[in-house]
């Protein structure tokens, strides 16, 4: 699956993969921008207003009722955070329209109807329609506030705010609450305005007949002479291992370790960086998984992951209150393993097929054939999945045990329940057989 | 071999083997994964049963609640380890999931599918439980029951279960108790795999760029025989009252904002084919209160009382049937008050014959789309054919839907004296 590239501007990019593998076309458009406090909580207003209304649709009713006659069309739009870069993604997945009763024409009708929601907002034209953004203003905020709701989403959010604390990476991708309320419709337009016609802009499409949508695409989007230079992620060297500690009304911890991985993408041996951390956490054969979950019985889900662009690997793991020292020394002693050496010639070749397969998989999958180039568009190099598969085919023992040398504790966080005492609220069952 | 079109223009082979075993292969050129999935007829709700013709005693037979997800996280012992190395070994993944009524173990890879397939007819085949294994278990399990206990959605649904039924299994949690895991014996786990793993109580799903007469074949060939007890399973369900066991529920949890469940208890009446029209009809009617496009939920977003967590969903089996709507919001009682007016409209003649065409539209695109998703694809083949659901008549059953049986569904499915509603509120802290 290769993506043949078009330039349509100055910083505007297409990305074609033309393929009748699929009963889909996937359409996705990545816009970034470097993550900042006042920016990024504008930026993740912006997915809740634009489903409002536009012009031609002016309400959510309208807009779902057009998808609804388009077959089921999915249209929507996100924010993501990948290293120090905050991406506004709007997508759209319809069914292929060669497979419907009125073909050809839906294939337009769709692309205009997306391309018009994400870029002519209902509203006056400087800012959205105030009742809107009040109202999304809410939703935003009800949405941090929510947060909580999701203990491990919850517990990796404050993590992560607490490790980076003084980066650009501790901001969380959907802004935060005391922004929010000082943040004013005309604020949020303007920076709207300037993400859609300034900022790096890369479009990605995977289905049949292309070339129309590459035409219609072309003719949509204004040429540029200019687009805004981002940043890179900043790099920190550690000094003393840091530990935190929350409670909240629980009935599990969680745990989540912070190392510093001092290489990223751009970086020789990422690939052995990738598959040091499959072999430590990554798959169900991996070493915290057989060792806390298998043998020690601590922990349902344990498991690690990398952050390629920033530069972090993180471990997680949702274990019983009373357990969590066990648990933090197992993890470390099979870190500490690794560093020594200790990786099997099994480990190794399992992890590589795993990572292999899992990466070839991708091809099966449009959403995901577009996503994977998602850290390649922030770093400025986009790798293919063969170019991916041939780079892991060739990490050896030594660069799995070099990199684990260089990786380095930063942060050690645990969310634990305010009491100590079990839980009982499972008792109402008892006695039923 | 039997062989059913796709709307999608693909070919669906199935047969049933010798041993009772049925199979499905859904050829997909061009795709480099395999997705296998072989499931037993046996979920959460089968805590109570009889084997006739096992030469077993006749008198019912009782297991802790929890069993069926229990032996699903046994069976991927081995008595050198765990199966995940072997499957690792091809870069291949494998994983299973438990629901009230099927235990599905899957793999899923881009190397040696067919050694993937036969390893995992073999590995659901040779279970190695021992004293000591089940106990280490017992400590995961117990984790995963916590961790689920602190989800907010979980628990507000396992809530309304509580008290929509009074004696059916389905008001317990899938995973069961830690009461109840911790009483599980190898003896309990045993009987229950000898009674539900017969291979005519399971299906196999293979869906890729495989050969179906080739993949058939491999299965026939390797599938392990079968020497234990065999005979027809009898499910022994408890009575369940018409009414709902309570009318209105309250917790309080750790959680930003309330959240606020509905639940309409329906009486069983479909099976196979009814069961998949009454499906159709529900999604249709379900959408007019809770769809996008519907025009209550503009209104209820317009008013502040939901947010995207709004949603309905309808679950229907021959045992059980109940419809659910719910959403976070800021004030459950006018969320409740509002609905009550919106569903009570509806159904004195508000539902129209454009909203329903447009809804049939809807659904006609995700049914299409729904084949790309090999997962998706092959659960469904297995748990339709496990109801006796007729897959290949879904578009030819949407087509013939009408306005006036949505209004009818409308009416007496969501009755008011048949309805139950569950109410998480924020935990008021005073530090």
């Known amino acids: 699956m290769k993506f043949i590239e078009r330039e349509l501007g100055q910083g505007v990019r297409l990305h074609l993969c033309e393929t009748d593998k699929f009963k889909s076309l996937t359409c996705k458009v990545f816009i970034q921008q470097d993550l900042k406090g006042k920016d990024a909580t504008s930026t993740a207003l912006l997915p809740l207003l634009l489903r409002r209304g536009s012009q031609k649709f002016p309400s959510t009713l309208h807009i779902a009722r057009e998808l609804e006659d388009l077959y089921a069309a999915e249209l929507g739009s996100d924010v993501l955070k990948i290293g120090e870069r905050q991406i506004l993604e709007f997508y759209l997945q319809m069914v292929d329209p060669n497979l419907l009763p009125e073909g050809d024409t839906l294939l337009e009708r769709g692309l205009r109807t997306f391309w018009e929601i994400f870029t002519q907002p209902q509203g006056p034209g400087d800012r959205f329609v105030d009742s809107y953004f009040e109202q999304e203003r809410s939703t935003l905020e009800q949405d941090l506030k929510g947060l909580v709701n999701d203990r491990r989403s919850y517990a990796l959010a404050r993590f992560v705010a607490l490790m980076c604390a003084d980066e650009p990476f501790g901001i969380y991708k959907y802004g935060d609450l005391d922004t929010l309320t000082q943040l004013t419709n005309g604020d949020v337009f303007e920076h709207y305005q300037n993400l859609l016609w300034k900022y790096p802009v890369d479009i990605f499409c995977v289905g049949r007949n292309l070339d129309r949508v590459a035409k219609l695409f072309a003719s949509l989007i204004p040429s540029r002479d200019r687009t805004t230079q981002l940043e890179t992620a900043t790099k920190i060297q550690v000094d003393d291992e840091r530990f935190f500690e929350e409670t909240m009304d629980l009935n599990q911890a969680v745990l989540a370790m912070g190392y510093r991985t001092n290489r990223t993408y751009l970086d020789d041996d990422y690939y052995a960086l990738l598959v040091a951390n499959g072999i430590l956490g990554g798959f169900a054969h991996s070493k915290l998984f057989m060792n806390v979950r298998e043998k020690a019985s601590l922990a349902y889900y344990v498991g690690s992951n990398i952050e390629g662009s920033k530069g972090l690997m993180t471990i997680t793991a949702g274990i019983s209150d009373d357990k969590q020292e066990e648990a933090l020394q197992i993890i470390k002693e099979q870190v500490t393993a690794m560093q020594q050496g200790e990786i099997t010639p099994d480990e190794l070749e399992q992890t590589k097929r795993g990572l292999i397969g899992a990466m070839t998989s991708i091809n099966d999958n449009p959403a995901g054939i577009i996503d994977r180039n998602l850290i390649g568009i922030v770093e400025g190099e986009l790798r293919t999945i063969d170019q991916v598969v041939e780079s892991i085919r060739r990490v050896e023992y030594d660069a799995c045990i070099r990199v684990m040398q260089d990786i380095k504790l930063d942060t050690t966080y645990i969310l634990r329940p305010q009491s100590t005492e079990p839980k009982e609220q499972e008792g109402a069952y008892h006695g039923d057989h | ?431």
């Not at chain 2, 109570?48 to 996280?73: M, N, T, W, Y």
Request: hydrophobic share 35%; aromatic share 10%.
């Open chain 2, 1 to 431: 071999m039997e062989t059913i079109k796709t709307p999608t223009g693909d070919t669906i082979y199935s047969k049933t083997l010798s041993n009772g075993l049925t199979c499905f292969v859904l050829p997909k050129p061009k795709f480099l994964r395999t997705y296998g999935v072989l499931s037993a007829r046996y979920g959460s709700l089968d805590s109570r049963f009889r084997l006739k013709g096992s030469g077993q005693a006749d008198a019912p037979i009782g297991v802790p609640a929890g069993i069926a997800h229990f032996l699903e996280h046994k069976l991927f012992e081995e008595e050198e380890g765990n199966v995940f190395g072997r499957f690792a070994e091809w870069g291949a993944s494998v994983n299973a999931f438990t629901s009230y009524n099927q235990t599905s173990y899957l793999f899923t890879t881009t190397e040696n599918w067919k050694g993937c397939l036969t390893l995992l007819m073999e590995f659901v085949n040779r279970p190695f439980l021992t004293k000591e294994n089940v106990e280490k278990e017992k400590g995961i399990i117990v984790q995963e029951l916590q961790m689920y206990a602190d989800h907010p959605d979980h628990r507000i649904h396992t809530l309304l279960l509580e008290n929509l039924y009074h004696e059916h299994p389905v008001r317990l949690d899938i995973g069961g108790t830690v009461e109840s895991v911790q009483s599980i014996t190898v003896e309990d786990l045993f009987r229950c795999y000898n009674t539900f793993y017969q291979p005519n109580n399971l299906a196999l799903a293979v869906v890729g760029d495989v050969d179906p007469k080739e993949t058939l074949q491999i299965i026939e060939a390797n599938y392990p025989a079968w020497t234990k007890e065999q005979g027809a399973i009898e499910r022994l369900y408890p009575e369940e009252p018409r009414g709902v066991k309570s009318d209105w529920v309250e917790e309080q949890l750790h959680i930003s904002q309330p959240r606020y469940l509905l639940g309409f208890k329906h009486e069983p009446l479909w099976q196979g084919e009814d069961l998949l029209r009454q499906q159709v009809i529900m999604s249709i009617a379900l959408r007019l209160i809770a769809g996008r496009s519907s025009i209550s939920y503009g209104n209820l977003y317009e008013a502040d009382l939901i947010n995207d967590s709004f949603g309905a969903s309808f679950n229907g089996d021959p045992q059980y049937a109940y419809s659910v709507i719910g959403s976070e919001t800021r004030d459950p009682d006018a969320l409740h008050a509002q609905l009550r007016t919106i569903i009570d409209g509806l159904k004195a003649g508000g539902v129209s014959a454009s909203d329903v065409e447009r809804l049939k539209r809807q659904l006609h695109g995700a049914h299409l789309a729904s084949y790309d998703s090999f997962e998706y694809t092959a659960n469904r083949l297995i748990s339709y054919y496990f109801r006796e659901m007729p897959l290949h008549k879904y578009l030819d059953l949407l087509q013939s839907v009408t306005t006036e049986e949505v209004q009818e569904a409308l009416v007496r499915q969501l009755d008011w004296d048949h309805a139950t509603i569950s109410i998480i509120r924020p935990v008021i802290n005073n530090d």
